[in-house]
């Protein structure tokens, strides 16, 4: 208790220093808290994007298509898929078909007449169930979606700026049908979609799957069934299960998680994550070095001061403990205070989030977000980061002290 009550009496005596180095503290665990916290929230928002607009949660393959899925093939398609979906719907689950083809497309316009080729992926849904399982619905950003058996196209907002389309624009998909013949459908653009999604805006054209069954040969076929699942639920454990359905229904099938659709999106994402996670560790790095440099020059300035207690007495073992105990007091000190502003700069930045638009809109990075970075809370980190700079405070006191004690008692009296 004698040491703690002079470490704290040390702590008043020297109210500038404490502060100046409790400041240096505070202000770099506040930018790693900020920091960290937005890289998780972009993490968890772009996943949740990624399944409410690209993947959902598990999907359902004819047994083949997965090896040729680049070719976006119609020959390997799921038979009679709406038995499927009633039958997986009676188990709980949302499901929806889809039909998934490859076409080259030739826009028209008023203005601008024809305007060349473009080869892209087209989305073949069912206008009633498909928005029971994406979250399309309150997306709309001009016009309206495609109605059923009609020739209708909903196009991505950053693709129709690409292509300067607009609502009433006419356009031809040129692709294959399922045996091989060439088809051309004449297609209107009546929607315009705009989503959280950056990938999807960049290149979605949805269009109802019972006009593309007619002009494609698709009729009761597709090339695949996504299924929706609560957030909560073990994708894993369900996509078991949903094999299991379908085994005992007598329909082969492949069943994959979305964790195995977006193996290139997950494998970006690790490596812009080590990249996110060497950003972190130059922040720490940063308010290591200022914490270092800082605690550096109190035990330097406080040399003499540490040889007169050796002289009146105090053995080397108390002494490292009493500059131990005011470093982890100056580091209290500086961690609740980065704590405290970090936590309340973090719910602006968790409600508002910060706008990089700007530039999301030309750089096609990994993440599922369109502009707005969001952050979220993890009370692990804070209290990580918390822990941490008290722990830093001291392990950087420990060596310079170490060093002094070192000296013989005058040399540390000569110290200036």
């Known amino acids: 208790m004698f040491l703690v ?3 704290c ?11 100046i180095t409790a400041v240096t503290i505070a202000i770099g665990l506040m930018l ?4 960290d916290s937005i890289l998780i929230g ?8 990624l399944l409410w607009y690209e993947t959902s949660s598990v999907r359902i393959m004819a047994t083949g298509y997965w090896e040729d899925r680049l070719m976006l093939p119609l020959d390997v398609s799921i038979d009679d898929p709406y038995a499927k979906v009633r039958l997986l719907r009676e188990q709980g689950y949302d499901a929806t078909p889809r039909i998934m083809f490859a076409a080259d497309l030739i826009l028209y316009s008023e203005d601008f007449g024809e305007d060349g080729n473009l080869p892209v992926r087209v989305t073949a849904v069912d206008t009633t169930l498909d928005n029971t399982v994406f979250r399309f619905e309150d997306t709309l950003l001009e016009g309206r979606f495609a109605e059923s058996g009609k020739n209708e196209l909903v196009i991505g907002s950053w693709m129709a700026e690409d292509l300067q389309a607009e609502v009433g624009y006419w356009v031809t998909l040129v692709t294959r049908g399922n045996g091989g013949f060439f088809e051309a459908m004449d297609m209107q653009i009546v929607g315009i979609v705009n989503c959280p999604n950056p990938n999807v805006n960049r290149s979605l054209l949805m269009v109802p799957i019972d006009t593309i069954a007619d002009y494609l040969a698709m009729e009761n076929l597709a090339t695949e ?13 369900e996509a078991q299960a949903i094999t299991r359905l379908m085994a005992e229904s007598g329909n082969s099938a492949t069943v ?25 560790f130059l922040v720490f790095l940063i308010a290591a070095v200022g914490i270092s440099n800082t605690m550096l020059m109190v035990i330097n300035e406080r040399t003499r001061e540490l040889g007169m207690m050796r002289a009146l007495g105090m053995d080397d073992r108390s002494i490292h403990w009493l500059f131990m105990l005011e470093a982890g007091g100056i ?12 936590m309340l700069a973090n719910i602006y930045i968790v409600q508002e989030g910060l706008d ?39 392990l950087v006191a420990w060596i310079p002290t170490r060093r002094a004690i070192k000296m013989d008692i005058p040399s540390c009296l000569r110290h200036q």
Not at 32 to 35: A, T, W
Not at 42 to 47: G, H, I, K, L, T
Not at 331 to 342: K, N, P, Q, R, Y
Not at 367 to 391: C, E, H, P
């Open 356 to 394: 990089f638009g700007f530039f999301m809109r030309e750089m096609d990075m990994a993440y599922r977000v369109q502009g707005i970075f969001r952050g979220a809370w993890s009370l692990r980190s804070i209290l990580t980061t918390f822990f941490s700079g008290i722990f830093l405070s001291m």
């Open 256 to 280: 994959m998680t979305w964790k195995d659709l977006a193996g290139d999106y997950l494998a970006m994402m690790q490596a812009e994550r080590g990249g996110s996670s060497t950003m972190l």
């Open 225 to 237: 069934i996504d299924i929706s699942l609560p957030e909560s639920a073990d994708v894993d454990i």
């Open 42 to 49: 972009v993490d968890r928002e772009s996943v949740r994007n």
């Open 5 to 7: 009550v002079l470490a």
């Open 331 to 342: 580091g209290l000190l500086g961690s609740s205070i980065g704590v405290a502003l970090g």
């Open 32 to 35: 790693f808290i900020l920091i």
């Open 9 to 19: 009496k040390n702590l008043t005596r020297y109210k500038r220093r404490t502060v």
